[in-house]
């Protein structure tokens, strides 16, 4: 059929977009409605299973209602962020609502399984380091809190996975997602026996596991009903929201980088094998199963990134719509000079750490602050990228920049100085979304393989290449200043700590 379309699913933690593209990437329509999310009680966040599917199936609706025809649409992937997901029973009737995966219910359960030791050996399977957020705690605690759906559920399915579910019948997982329950032997590219039964968990719980763009069905007439998508429009495996966006920006090969610039900053390298060792472990690092196939990846994030201008935004602009804001924080950005007028920002403000700033003077307004945080932000990401760098012992040659952040472009100015590499910024709104009709362009052999696949893509590019001269000023103060910083103030953030509690 003439016009061949695709649809690209991202449920997120703040909104559940529908973008429907042609085969080159280019948009064609989309929607976007609020992620339902229910807070029970303090540090607790969940999702109704229904109420996602119910919103997934309005966002398909309002993207699909410009189409002549829905039979033009000829695949579909869903993405979705990476730690939650749905109990079903053998009907597919969900057991209870989705734990969010920010939902901090899980701290006894991952404080058990550190206790217990041997993290080292867990890290050598998984390649992560057991955090509250990953899909093995909430099983535990729904074993635990929840033992009657937990009994009777037949599987567990991540968000993505239970909306393409939803769509198609299928009870399957990428390997991309299932790297973020902390179960997958990630070299073997299966569930870990091992694992399971160290947390008491049962094996039938995991779907099938299968590579992103797998064909693992079609859409059904019931589907098709309540989403006006053509019955047989074919249904593929997505992934992780984050590395869709990798894929849909081109990064999928050793040399390449991604700073996705939301409301966390991600640091994002793909690598060809994943070295689980001593050295990787004691650094903190973090590796996945990439989309792209037999790949992986490392990521590490400025968690603080879009906090720290939101902040910044709450001092300088209070009260202004989004657009005056920003506009109002680049212009001050740009009137200061280089370094700040010594002025350092520490941007450690999420996460149960504390940031700083340091060099204030009578001379420090709102110019210098904006400014200063820009400086600081963009030094945080060099010294997280050039952890992973030194540890591994790559470079990464080309940063793509994707993200509401890349349309700041003084930030994006300060931030080529301060690494002192240029930065190749991408006209890509939705990232995610893309990377997932990419997927399901793969699944339905529109494209042959990731290579046609993102080769097809007509994306706009733009370069911002470093100044020598401030490149060499934030050299110093990178160097000798703010290395420096987060090692001195950690005994008085300390005890700030323990006062306030």
Same mark, same amino acid.
């Given at each position: ?73 000829? $695949? /579909? ?5 990476? #730690? ?7 009907? =597919? @009737?969900?057991? %209870?609502? *989705? ?100 947390? $008491? /968990? ?5 779907? #099938? ?7 693992? =069905? @079609?859409?059904? %007439?019931? *589907? ?117 007028? =010594? ?111 993102v080769s097809a893509l007509r994306l706009s590019e733009r370069t911002i290449a470093p100044d020598p001269q401030r490149s060499e000023h934030y050299q110093q103060i990178y160097r000798e200043a703010f290395l420096r910083v987060a090692p001195a103030v950690a005994p008085v953030h300390g005890a700030l700590r323990t006062l306030a509690e």
């Open positions: 059929m003439a016009g061949e379309l695709l649809l690209g699913i991202d449920i997120g933690t703040t909104n559940i977009k529908a973008m429907i593209v042609t085969v080159a990437g280019a948009p064609v329509s989309a929607a976007s409605v609020a992620t339902p999310t229910e807070r029970p009680r303090p540090g607790w966040a969940e999702h109704d299973p229904q109420a996602l599917w119910l919103a997934a199936v309005q966002a398909i609706r309002r993207a699909l209602a410009p189409l002549d025809d829905p039979r033009r649409v000829r $695949g /579909l992937a869903v993405a979705s962020v990476g #730690e939650a997901g749905v109990l079903i029973d053998v009907h =597919g @009737t969900p057991l %209870g609502p *989705a734990i969010a995966w920010y939902d901090s219910r899980t701290i006894p359960q991952l404080q058990r399984w550190s206790a217990s030791g041997a993290l080292f050996d867990g890290f050598r399977i998984t390649g992560i380091a057991p955090t509250p957020i990953y899909g093995i705690f909430k099983l535990m605690w729904l074993r635990e809190h929840a033992p009657q759906a937990y009994a009777a559920a037949a599987s567990w399915l991540h968000i993505a996975d239970y909306i393409a579910f939803r769509l198609c019948g299928a009870r399957a997982t990428d390997y991309s997602l299932a790297t973020r329950s902390m179960l997958l032997d990630l070299r073997a590219r299966c569930w870990s026996a091992s694992l399971l039964d160290r947390a $008491g /968990l049962r094996a039938d719980l995991l779907p #099938e596991l299968v590579a992103s763009g797998t064909r693992i =069905g @079609t859409v059904t %007439g019931e *589907a098709a009903a309540a989403t006006g998508l053509a019955p047989g429009t074919i249904v593929g495996t997505g992934g992780h929201d984050h590395v869709c966006g990798a894929l849909a920006a081109g990064v999928r090969r050793g040399g390449e980088c991604l700073d996705s610039m939301g409301t966390a900053e991600a640091v994002f390298l793909p690598l060809e094998d994943v070295p689980l060792d001593a050295t990787t472990f004691a650094a903190g690092l973090t590796f996945g199963a990439h989309v792209a196939r037999n790949r992986f990846y490392t990521m590490d994030g400025l968690w603080s990134s879009g906090a720290a201008i939101e902040w910044l935004r709450g001092l300088v602009a209070p009260g202004a719509p989004s657009s005056e804001a920003f506009g109002r924080i680049e212009a001050l950005a740009a009137s200061a000079p280089s370094g700040s007028l =010594g002025v350092l920002f520490l941007p450690r403000l999420a996460g149960g750490e504390r940031g700083a700033l340091l060099g204030l003077t009578i001379d420090t307004g709102p110019a210098v602050l904006a400014r200063a945080v820009y400086e600081g932000l963009a030094f945080e990401w060099r010294r997280i990228l050039e952890q992973i760098e030194t540890t591994l012992g790559v470079h990464a040659a080309t940063i793509r920049v994707i993200g509401g952040g890349s349309r700041l472009p003084v930030w994006l100015g300060i931030k080529a100085d301060v690494l002192g590499r240029p930065l190749h910024v991408l006209e890509l709104d939705e990232s995610v979304a893309l990377g997932a009709a990419l997927l399901g362009g793969l699944a339905a052999e529109v494209y042959r393989d990731e290579e046609e696949a």
